[in-house]
């Protein structure tokens, strides 16, 4: 069993290097790559009702909704970017293979676009620069800083998203002033952690999940789980002591507080769940707020706001297809089964009764268990939320992996082998985690630094990588075509 010491506890900066497993280099298999074909998903989940399909359809057009600061800009009628955002609109983020999903690419089969965040930083006359993490065939990213004071070794943690971009310079806000982070200077402190976007379709199956149902999924072959290291827990509300689901770290309860945070954090517009501006700078504002609300009409009859829209698309939208069927991706699927990778990444659950049609009692195929796994030093990103340490992620979905472009809370590879391997953390004593560790991505020469403020013994997944690596080449690549099919 593995455990942890002293997480959540100042241990000081401790600088050292470390090295991504290069292990992997020379291998035969391969990744198949980004399914290429029809998008998986994107659609209303099957069987809806009429007027179910049509509030879908009504928040995916929201979902798409371009804003600009005050709704004027043509093309941009969305009201309230700014003043500090990382992007415009949710389907800019939430884009691959549909709307709803990841980060479009250049080499996607499906949406081949450059990441829309490097235009987005000079329109409308804004006079942003890019920052380095951010290039045209690299993944969209939001950037959290790990200590307020990267400088000052007895810093508090900061923890908190740090908008790319301001709209200092745009036409629709004549006099802002507000400047961008030095993330030049934040980067060479080793101060920065990365998040990419994760897909969106089939959350309201997850968010009507039980949490009784998620707790016996955790509890189920305790066994073996035990005997391969796997242990596990929830992330749970401060609020009301209930298991939240959402975000790398499963931090969000749900999906309206999901949609409230994202639109005031990564479009700055305020809303009913987060009413108050972020940024909120004199010079820089340009509309009331909340800007974001339910509309009081005529006789009293009231207008949904957009918060409400974005989080019923989502609850309303069909998990992605599987096309698993050939006889490699079928015993690659059984292969995953009895190495372990679906004691943390569970294939199904079964949601309650649901006020949707035909979501009650349904079983889904997320391939996550929602809990929270220590993953080690490598994967450790220094940041804290809810009950989630530094090297803790929530079992990331394998739905819809098939047409995903980037994968790691930070994007650090678009190789399924690396992501794979990335899951291993054999230090084998419990180490101090550093903050300048350094490593280059495979497939967009970014430097990245992961960081932590805690101490780690290991990754959770450590014996189930032994057990991959230990198959041979074909089966591996069994395991990856069955991947690609998700
Ligand atoms: C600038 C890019 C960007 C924009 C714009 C954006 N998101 Fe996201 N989204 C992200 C990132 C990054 C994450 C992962 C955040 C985390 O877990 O820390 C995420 C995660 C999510 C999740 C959680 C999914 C899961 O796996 O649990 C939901 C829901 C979501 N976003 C909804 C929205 C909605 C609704 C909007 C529009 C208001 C939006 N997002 C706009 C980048 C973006
Ligand atoms: C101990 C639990 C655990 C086990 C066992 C495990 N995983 Fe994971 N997996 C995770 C977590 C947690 C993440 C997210 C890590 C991160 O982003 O930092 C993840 C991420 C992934 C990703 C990247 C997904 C994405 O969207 O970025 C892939 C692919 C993956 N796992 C495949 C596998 C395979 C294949 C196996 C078996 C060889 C396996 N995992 C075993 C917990 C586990």
Not at 183 to 196: D, E, K, P, T, Y
Not at 426 to 431: A, V, Y
Request: charged residues 15%; hydrophobic residues 35%; aromatic residues 8%.
């Amino acid at each position: 069993m593995y455990s942890i010491f002293g997480v959540g506890a100042r241990m000081g900066w401790i600088y050292g290097a470390m090295i991504l497993s290069t292990a992997i280099s020379g291998m035969a298999q391969t990744d198949p790559g980004p399914r290429p074909g029809p998008a998986g998903a994107g659609g209303p989940f099957a069987g809806l009702s009429a007027n179910e399909k049509a509030a879908f359809a009504a928040g995916l057009a929201r979902f798409q909704e371009v804003d600009s600061v005050s709704g004027t800009m043509p093309g941009e009628p969305g009201l309230g970017l700014g003043p500090s955002f990382n992007g415009n609109s949710c389907a800019q983020c939430h884009a691959q293979p549909a709307a709803g999903g990841t980060s479009p690419a250049p080499f996607s089969p499906q949406v081949p676009v450059a990441n829309p965040q490097v235009a987005l930083a000079n329109l409308d006359g804004a006079t942003n620069s890019v920052p380095s993490f951010i290039t045209p065939n690299g993944p969209v990213r939001e950037a959290r800083f790990i200590a307020v004071d990267p400088t000052n070794p007895n810093s508090p943690l900061d923890g908190g998203v740090h908008a790319l971009f301001t709209i200092k310079g745009r036409r629709d806000a004549p006099g802002c002033n507000l400047a961008q982070p030095n993330f030049g200077f934040q980067l060479a402190n080793g101060n920065v952690s990365f998040r990419i976007p994760t897909p969106a379709f089939g959350l309201g199956l997850v968010e009507d999940t039980p949490d009784a149902a998620l707790q016996a999924n955790l509890a189920a072959n305790a066994f073996q789980k035990q005997s391969l290291g796997i242990a596990g827990r929830f992330n749970t509300s401060g609020n009301d002591g209930t298991i939240t689901r959402f975000g790398w770290k499963a931090q969000n309860k749900s999906l309206l507080v999901f949609a409230g945070e994202a639109y005031n954090v990564e479009q700055g517009v305020s809303n009913e769940g987060f009413p108050n501006e972020r940024s909120a700078v004199p010079g820089c504002i340009f509309n009331v707020t909340p800007e974001d609300l339910t509309i009081v009409g005529p006789g009293g009859g009231t207008t949904p706001s957009d918060v409400t829209e974005f989080a019923l698309f989502i609850r309303l939208s069909a998990p992605p297809t599987p096309t698993t069927s050939t006889p490699s991706q079928l015993n690659g699927q059984s292969l995953f089964n009895s190495i372990g990778c679906a004691l943390c990444h569970s294939p199904s659950l079964t949601t309650a009764a649901s006020p949707f049609t035909g979501m009650s009692n349904f079983t889904y195929h997320p391939y996550s268990d929602f809990a929270l796994h220590n993953m080690g030093a490598d994967l450790a990103d220094g940041v804290e939320q809810g009950g989630a340490g530094p090297d803790e992620f929530r079992t990331a979905p394998l739905w819809g992996l098939g047409q995903r472009l980037f994968f790691l809370h930070d994007g650090r590879t678009s190789n399924l082998l690396t992501a794979i391997f990335a899951h291993s953390d054999e230090g084998g004593q419990c180490t101090t985690l550093t903050r300048q560790d350094s490593f280059s991505d495979d497939t967009n020469g970014s430097v990245f630094q992961a960081q932590a403020n805690s101490r780690s013994c290991g990754s959770e997944a450590n014996a189930v990588i032994r057990n991959f690596a230990k198959l041979d080449r074909s089966q591996q690549q069994n395991i990856l075509n069955f991947l690609r099919s998700l």
